[in-house]
T-cell receptor, first 118, second 113 residues
Framework: GAGVSQTPSNKVTEKGKYVELRCDPI?????LYWYRQSLGQGPEFLIY????????DSGLPNDRFFAVRPEGSVSTLKIQRTERGDSAVYLC????????????????FGAGSRLTVL | GNSVTQMEGPVTLSEEAFLTINCTYT??????LFWYVQYPGEGLQLLLK?????DKGSNKGFEATYRKETTSFHLEKGSVQVSDSAVYFC????????????FGKGTKLSVKP
């Protein structure tokens, strides 16, 4: 696609429920990132995929969070037993180059999925 | 770990005023440096970047120079417009095993006509 597409744009759920957020990166971009942006803060890194594998999941806050990218394109961020503190905008970004490549690695971000946990 | 500090907002300016938003980063390694912008209701967009010392990134009248000696990447614009109202994020990328793009807390700019 022309840009990074994220669905849903808004999700309201109740505490304890399971949530899935989807990211469709730019076609041909092998690198994919998830970030989380809380109100009034900058985005915080969650997880990085290179192809199908999660190359770095050090930013996931706990084991309730999990992400997959089974075919190396679309990715899904899964949150189990949601808590009110999970409320945030979840951002997905993709890049043509792998992390750590020489030169500037420019990320293209989606518009985000706003999650509200009541 | 690596970190970035940018000027806290909000910043309110009149149209055609001069803008500076300060940004300093941790001196570990040799990061690429970015400014991203988030316009109201839109996603994060790359504004400008620089990859080595003394490089100047520029776009839409904004400029920032990679200053290795002061570990800074301050954003400047000589004459702001109402349409520049947005949140600006400074973000070093240490790359490789040292991590990923690290964002500052953001500086909200409001430009009044």
């Amino acid at each position: 696609g022309a840009g990074v597409s994220q669905t849903p744009s808004n999700k309201v759920t109740e505490k304890g429920k399971y949530v899935e957020l989807r990211c469709d990166p730019i076609s041909g971009h092998t690198a994919l990132y998830w970030y989380r942006q809380s109100l009034g803060q900058g985005p915080e890194f969650l997880i990085y995929f290179q192809g199908t594998g999660a190359a770095d999941d050090s930013g996931l806050p706990n084991d309730r969070f999990f992400a997959v990218r089974p075919e190396g394109s679309v990715s899904t961020l899964k949150i189990q037993r949601t808590e009110r503190g999970d409320s945030a905008v979840y951002l997905c970004a993709s890049s043509l180059r792998a992390r750590g490549s020489s030169g500037a690695n420019v990320l293209t971000f989606g518009a985000g999925s706003r999650l509200t946990v009541l | 770990g690596n970190s970035v500090t940018q000027m806290e907002g909000p910043v309110t300016l009149s149209e055609e005023a001069f803008l500076t938003i300060n940004c300093t980063y941790t001196a570990t390694g040799y990061p690429s440096l970015f400014w991203y912008v988030q316009y109201p209701g839109e996603g994060l967009q790359l504004l400008l970047k620089a990859t080595k010392a003394d490089d100047k990134g520029s776009n839409k009248g904004f400029e920032a120079t990679y200053r290795k000696e002061t570990t800074s990447f301050h954003l400047e614009k000589g004459s702001v417009q109402v349409s520049d109202s947005a949140v600006y994020f400074c973000a070093p990328d240490y790359g490789g095993s040292q991590g990923n793009l690290i964002f500052g807390k953001g500086t909200k700019l409001s430009v009044k006509p």
